[in-house]
Nanobody, 123 residues
Framework: QVQLVESGGGLVQAGGSLRLSCAAS????????MGWFRQAPGKEREFVAT????????FYADSVKGRFTISRDNAKNTVYLQMNSLKPEDTAVYYC????????????????WGQGTQVTVSS
């Protein structure tokens, strides 16, 4: 069982930066691949980024590649999403999630989800 709590969301101007954190409980955090997803108003939830259990492999959605960086600290049971050069279209609720399946962008592969944190980017 893994419980996830996101933090770090907020309001930022276009071009700005935010860093999201996701704190996990449970002794098996380091055995899970982790991902970030987002859901904008009126849209379906979409994949943003994922990182392998070791942190050695990452994969990004095309829409955020080169602007966002996912990382993890297994000693702190935390995964991060550094978001730079933010755009208004990045406005969404951001969710972190855990999967036993390693590196994947498939939402159905994720067993555990956080409650989400709001990111709003003003133009």
């Amino acid at each position: 069982q893994v419980q996830l709590v996101e933090s770090g969301g907020g309001l930022v101007q276009a071009g700005g930066s935010l860093r999201l954190s996701c704190a996990a409980s449970g002794r098996t955090f380091s055995s899970y691949g982790m991902g970030w997803f987002r859901q904008a108003p009126g849209k379906e939830r979409e994949f943003v980024a994922t990182i392998s259990w070791s942190g050695g492999n990452t994969f990004y959605a095309d829409s955020v590649k080169g602007r966002f960086t996912i990382s993890r600290d297994n000693a702190k049971n935390t995964v991060y999403l550094q978001m730079n050069s933010l755009k208004p279209e990045d406005t969404a609720v951001y969710y972190c999630a855990a999967t036993p399946s390693g590196l994947t962008g498939e939402e159905m592969a994720y067993d555990y989800w956080g409650q989400g944190t709001q990111v709003t980017v003003s133009s």
